[in-house]
């Protein structure tokens, strides 16, 4: 059992940068791979980054790359995704995700557990 807890969303303007961090329980935290998907009103969640247990292995939405980056602490069990560049379409709520397997994956269907969101909102 794996429990997660999102943290640094916030408002900020266009342009502008936020950390999110995903702190998580347990002592296994080094085995599993984890990810970060978010949800804007009245679409469907959707993947936004995900890192394999090593942290070597990182995948992004082409939505993203080059302005979001994944990472992850195993010392401190916590998972950031620093947002650079952040536009108005990113906003959501952004939720981190872990599986019960070391490799990263981008498919919402092979997270196990979930953390509880936070949200995002970007002004133009």
């Known amino acids: 059992q794996v429990l997660l807890v999102e943290s640094g969303g916030g408002l900020v303007q266009a342009g502008g940068s936020l950390r999110l961090s995903c702190a998580a329980s347990?002592?296994?935290?080094?085995?599993?791979?984890m990810g970060w998907f978010r949800q804007a009103p009245g679409k469907a969640r959707e993947f936004v980054a995900a890192?394999?247990?090593?942290?070597?292995?990182?995948y992004y939405a082409d939505s993203v790359k080059g302005r979001f980056t994944i990472s992850r602490d195993n010392a401190r069990n916590t998972m950031y995704l620093q947002m650079n560049s952040l536009k108005p379409e990113d906003t959501a709520v952004y939720y981190c995700a872990a599986r019960s397997y070391t490799g990263a994956a981008i498919d919402i269907n092979d997270y196990n557990y979930w953390g509880q969101g936070t949200q995002v909102t970007v002004s133009s």
């Open positions: 347990g002592r296994t935290f080094s085995s599993y791979a």
């Open positions: 890192i394999s247990w090593s942290g070597v292995t990182k």
